[in-house]
Nanobody, 129 residues
C-alpha cells in the first residue's frame, strides 16, 4: 500500500487556473498508475484524469482540453493542471493509485471509486462565478 498526500487546492474565479499535486510515499506497482477523482457535496466521487505506466493519459469528457495530468516519476509526484476552471469543477480532489482498475478499463466507470484501494486525503478546489 502507498500513502498519497495532495496539496495545491484553493479558491479561484471562473476562468482561472490551479495546479494540484500528489506525492506518493514510495514507488510501488500501483503508484505507477495514478489519477485524480473529484467529489462535490452530495455527489458521487467521479474520475477526472488518469495516467498509466507508459505515460498514456485519459480524461473525463467534462475536463478534456482544460485539464492536464502529468507525473514526475523521479519525485513520485502526480500533478493536475486545471485551466479555464468553471464553477462546476468545484469539489474535493483526490489522487488515487491502482493499476488493476486502470488496466481493467474501469477507472472512469461508475463505482470505480469503491474498488480503488489507495487514496489521498483530498484537497479542496473552489471555483466562483
Amino acid at each position: 500500500q502507498v500513502q498519497l498526500v495532495e496539496s495545491g487546492g484553493g479558491s479561484v474565479q471562473a476562468g482561472g487556473s490551479l495546479r494540484v499535486s500528489c506525492v506518493a510515499s514510495r514507488y510501488t506497482y500501483d503508484s505507477a498508475c495514478m489519477g485524480w477523482f473529484r467529489q462535490a457535496p452530495g455527489q458521487e466521487r467521479e474520475a477526472v484524469a488518469a495516467i498509466d505506466r507508459e505515460g498514456i493519459t485519459s480524461y473525463a469528457d467534462s475536463v478534456k482540453g482544460r485539464f492536464t495530468v502529468s507525473q514526475d516519476k523521479a519525485k513520485n509526484t502526480l500533478y493536475l493542471q486545471m485551466n479555464n476552471l468553471k464553477p462546476e469543477d468545484t469539489g474535493m480532489y483526490y489522487c488515487a493509485a491502482d493499476c488493476g482498475v486502470m488496466y481493467g478499463g474501469s477507472w472512469f466507470s461508475l463505482g470505480a471509486a469503491s474498488i480503488i484501494r489507495d487514496w489521498g486525503q483530498g484537497t479542496q478546489v473552489t471555483v466562483s462565478s
